[in-house]
């Protein structure tokens, strides 16, 4: 009782500590702790006049920025043998650890470092359990909080030296080589679409081909890059990027996931030369499980159902609503702006793989369900992250990638009625700030099946190819 006591009087004494009460569970034999001081700074934890071990914060010991730009803090408690006592995220910004990752999958990641030495290689995966759909942000936490208990013990003369000794390569190239497999497979599947986009007239005069190679593609993009990779970009990696720009800009931010990086940097040049369709139509997870599903509906002759025109054009601009209001509230609060970003459902369906609770699984599914009827409802009205590409889309090198007759829109029409996302006008131009690059348009362009101009020049060369088997044998007339 006295020491309980002993306890609670230095703890009032130090209101630093007394904001982390965890350091009482993790050393209960200590009956008082002092302040946080030295280099790098920590909280020696005394029982009677021996230091049985150390508390700290990591963002005083090192600062490895994650997702958000910002470090992940937690407080660490190690002992005088360097194992580490206990672990406690107090402080981040993450938008995957704020919204999606409940407190108790954190607590047990957390508690898996409880008795490892602070020498020790301790890789994620391997040594302690992920948390599934933040392996990245995972990864940054256990560099980072290894890293200051290595700084701290070392500066304490606690343990061996050796594994302290030489200077440790930054986090994001490990990250790199252990994920070099799923690297190469998404540089394949990135090449592979290179040649689709800049062959795609040819195989547009081959559609069974292209339509095996269209569904084949969405299925590595649901597959590979979504549910394996992660790689499921989001309106909050734009609006973090924005920060960076405007603050404290640093590569290592987004170097630390390769997949990510590598998928925006592809993402960036095909803005230029092709427009926001080539992301929004074959490389969106998401938008490939909606595209996939209304396939799916055709199949099985479902009725498709579409809005007036005048409600649909209306309907457009809700996206980019959508996208102003996510950006004037991030710039008061970035994690409130990740929360409201749930109107994506993208981190539901994607990054955590439908294993969340009923609402959110509810609202994706239900979304995904909706593409049985209507093509791609949400990306066409509701996505924010389409509204945000479109706007460096419009500044595309090239227009003539999709091809158009002057006969399009007037008088035909066929394009425009066969659009399932409804991205080319009554006058026949295509709405590239809409386009989902489906190919579908230049399929009809080179079928002389279904273009009237091609068409008509088809039953004119087969009337005249008919003409010439008839034989027509010349009627004597007689004479006058």
């Known amino acids: 009782m006295l020491r309980l006591l002993c306890l609670v009087i230095a703890l009032a004494a130090s209101p630093a500590l007394a904001d982390y009460p965890q350091a009482r569970a993790w050393f209960p034999e200590a009956d008082r702790f002092g302040a946080f001081e030295g280099e790098p700074r920590a909280s020696a934890a ?40 206990g672990v406690a995220i107090v402080e981040h910004r993450e938008p995957i650890l704020a919204v999606g990752i409940t407190e108790e999958r954190l607590r047990a990641f957390s508690e898996q470092y409880r008795g490892k030495s602070v020498f020790e290689r301790v890789a994620v995966g391997y040594d302690v359990d992920t948390i599934s759909g933040a392996t990245i942000t995972v990864m940054v936490q256990n560099e980072t909080l290894m890293q200051a208990a290595r700084k701290v013990a070392h500066s304490r003369n606690i343990g061996a030296g050796e594994a302290l000794q030489g200077a440790r390569e930054p986090l994001w190239e490990g990250l790199w080589r252990e994920r070099a497999f799923a690297i190469g497979v998404l540089v394949a599947g990135l090449a592979l679409l290179v040649f689709i986009l800049l062959f795609q ?40 990027f924005l920060h960076a720009a405007v603050r404290d800009f640093r590569w290592e931010t987004f170097l630390i996931d390769p997949m990510l990086f590598i998928l925006w940097s592809f993402v960036a040049m095909t803005l230029l030369l092709w427009g926001r369709g080539v992301y929004c139509g074959w490389l969106c997870p998401y938008g490939a499980m909606q595209e996939l599903t209304q396939q799916l509906g055709q199949r ?51 990054t955590l793989r439908f294993d969340r609770e009923w609402p959110f699984v509810l609202y994706a599914a239900g979304l995904v369900a909706v593409s049985l009827f209507n093509r791609k409802f949400f990306c066409k009205y509701l996505c924010p ?81 008919a003409g010439k088997l008839i034989q027509i044998k010349p009627v ?3 004479r006058q």
């Open 476 to 478: 004597a007339t007689p």
């Open 46 to 85: 005394y029982a009677g006049n021996e230091v049985v071990g150390y508390v700290f914060l990591t963002s005083d010991v090192v600062r490895i920025p994650a997702y958000s730009g910002e470090p992940i803090n937690s407080l660490v408690g190690i002992d005088r043998a360097g194992r580490i006592r």
């Open 300 to 350: 099985l002759k479902l009725p498709q159902l579409e809005f007036p025109d005048v409600v649909h054009e209306r309907l457009w601009g809700v996206k980019y609503l959508v996208l102003l209001g996510l950006f004037g509230v991030s710039l008061q609060s970035m994690p409130d702006a990740a929360r409201l970003a749930e109107v994506e459902p993208f981190k539901t369906a994607v």
């Open 201 to 240: 007239d040819w195989l547009a005069r081959q559609p069974r081909l292209l339509g095996i190679l269209r569904r084949a593609f969405l299925l590595y993009t649901v597959l590979f890059i979504g549910w394996y990779a992660l790689a499921q970009l989001s309106i909050v990696h734009v609006l973090t």
């Open 385 to 465: 992250l389409g509204a945000a590409l479109s706007i460096p889309g419009r500044f595309r090198v090239f227009d003539w990638w999709l091809r158009r007759r002057k006969e399009c829109g007037r008088p035909c029409q066929t394009c425009a009625r066969d659009c399932e996302v409804r991205a080319i006008r009554l006058t026949g131009e295509i709405n590239a700030n809409e386009c989902h690059y489906c190919l579908d348009c230049q399929v009809t362009y080179y079928s002389d099946r279904r273009c009237m101009p091609l068409v008509e020049r088809r039953v004119k060369r087969e009337q005249r190819a």
